[in-house]
């Protein structure tokens, strides 16, 4: 199974993102994905999830300010961040679960991307 995310960069606060995570020799369509995120001296965090038949759950902290969709066709999850905010710097982890639970950790994980956003 091989995850590989893209799409972080350097935003000011206030401006958007897509990240990207192309999944491959797995499933896809029948595992949930989900986005998590790691800020320095922090624990990885869940920031959004989403299921085969498409639910989606959200942290409190991004609630209404980033969407995750995903693509089975392009075997590809999104999360479209809106709104940027400093405190949502962080190195960003797709994560794939197989047991395609809603808010379920899986075993797989990305090598991260790197969202920097400044003030």
């Known amino acids: 199974v091989k995850l590989v995310e893209s799409g972080g960069g350097l935003v000011q606060a206030g401006g958007s993102l897509r990240l990207s995570c192309a999944a491959s020799?797995?499933?896809?369509?029948?595992?949930?994905m989900g986005w998590y995120r790691q800020a320095p001296g922090q624990q990885r965090e869940l920031v959004a999830t989403?299921?085969?038949?498409?639910?989606?759950n959200y942290a409190d902290s991004v609630k209404g300010r980033c969407t995750i969709s995903r693509d089975n066709a392009k075997n590809t999850v999104y999360l479209q961040m809106n709104s940027l905010k400093p405190e949502d710097t962080a190195v960003y982890y797709c994560?794939?679960?197989?047991?395609?639970?809603?808010w379920g950790t899986g075993t797989y994980w990305g090598q991260g991307t790197q969202v920097t956003v400044s003030s």
């Open positions: 989403i299921t085969s038949g498409g639910s989606t």
């Open positions: 994560n794939a679960d197989p047991l395609n639970r809603p």
């Open positions: 020799g797995i499933i896809f369509s029948i595992i949930a």
